[in-house]
């Protein structure tokens, strides 16, 4: 799969553009502040219908205008090119503004399930570190990023969890309150258990997944790598034993919400090598590398198709072979690079310049 050409409207600094792409490597250069990676973020919401930046989808939205469209020619392995596109239309409420999302396939428009999975991305960016040094929650939210664009039936799957696990927690506070029973929990602790076993299946098949593909890849530092992996799986006897806790805090303490996973090193089992507390920087930074090059495989083997490489900034974070790792890896795919200038058409020869 590649993207052909994409079309914005009023997304971010772009009033109207139109770009071109090379079916292999393309890279965009400019000064900072110019768009390089407004562009990225654009073809990564066209795969995702979300931002990997953006704290709420109005940023998205061009200054003064009230609608975005990002829309993109995209050619698949069988050689066929269709067209996608989400648009973000401001609607405006009595006392507030939302924004809604919309979006179409050989413009027809679909449901978000039904859209999801017309095109795939895999993007690399400066924030990736804080996957390894950063919260919990961010790596639940690396998990949640793969399979949104995967399959539905995740999306689903999370969407009704959430949205137990806000009724279940709204109900302990009012039985501890006693304005209600203790009984009502049943409806929501169901919905939890049954979700979260769904969203659990996923995330192990991709920890198993990722550990394999580090123990056997060909670079010798990449094989020392090892996520630990770290579920709390609700059943009902736990939902059970943890009743009146979860009845002081008013919050539900088990579950896919309190998932961790660990970066660590499996030279010297046994013995804590958690990277995120004693590795360098630069191992930090290969272990998100691996991370990302596990993803691009579990994509591949799970769909039979190529996503497409999204790298924002890459080569300023890495050393002279792990430069010529990515670079040898990308020519297998439709990759993405921004840099503030083109010096490093060195490594990468046969790229595109887009020069903002």
Known sequence: MYLRKILLENFRSYKKKIFEFDPKINLITGENGFGKTNLLEALYFLSAGKSFRATAMRQLVGWGSEFTSARAKIVNSQKEENEVEIQLVTQKELTTARVA????????EKSRAKYIGALRTVIFHPDDIRLVTGSPGRRRDFLDEIFSQLDWHYNIAVSQYKKALKHRNELLDQIRLRKNQKNELFYWDQSLIKNDEI??????????FANNFFETHADPEIKTIFFNYFPSIITQSKLDQNYEKDLICGYTGCGNHRDDFSFDNNIFPGIDKNLASWGSRGQQRLAVLALRLAQIAFYEESHQEKPILLLDDIFSELDIDHRDLVSRICQKYQTFFTYASDECNSVLPSAKIIKL
């Open 199 to 208: 969203i659990h299946q996923y995330r192990a098949k991709f920890i198993k």
């Open 101 to 108: 999302r919309k979006f179409y396939f050989n413009k027809v």
